[in-house]
């Protein structure tokens, strides 16, 4: 069975830093990466990474974000610098096999202003 399961999510106040985990099991991901949706909004990508093309950003995670996999190749991270109020949002962990999609179960963040 295949599982996504994030961790870190929490409350901060503007300007501070979370660090989010997710990790998978029972496959092997070739691309990892992180959605948020925040209330009354559409899910929407933030960061993402695979060995071929490296990680790529949402330019709102531009410069304040990283996205990482860890040594357990089905661990991906997610540093967040300076966050904003405007980062608040539910946060999925997302995983592509190479046919199909997987995600977590979301991790709440709250940045508080």
């Known amino acids: 069975q295949v599982q996504l399961v994030e961790s870190g999510g929490g409350l901060v106040q503007a300007g501070g830093s979370l660090r989010l985990a997710c990790a998978a099991s029972g496959i092997i991901f070739y691309g990892m990466g992180w959605y948020r949706q925040a209330p009354g909004n559409q899910r929407e990508w933030v960061a993402s990474i695979n060995s071929a093309v490296g990680s790529n950003y949402a330019d709102s995670a531009k410069g304040r974000f990283t996205i990482s996999r860890g040594h357990a190749e089905n661990t991906v991270y997610l540093q967040m610098n300076s966050l904003k109020p405007e980062d608040t949002a539910v946060y999925y962990c997302?995983?592509?096999?190479?046919?199909?999609?997987?995600w977590g179960q979301g991790t709440q963040v709250t940045v508080s202003s």
């Open positions: 997302w995983g592509w096999d190479g046919s199909s999609e997987h």
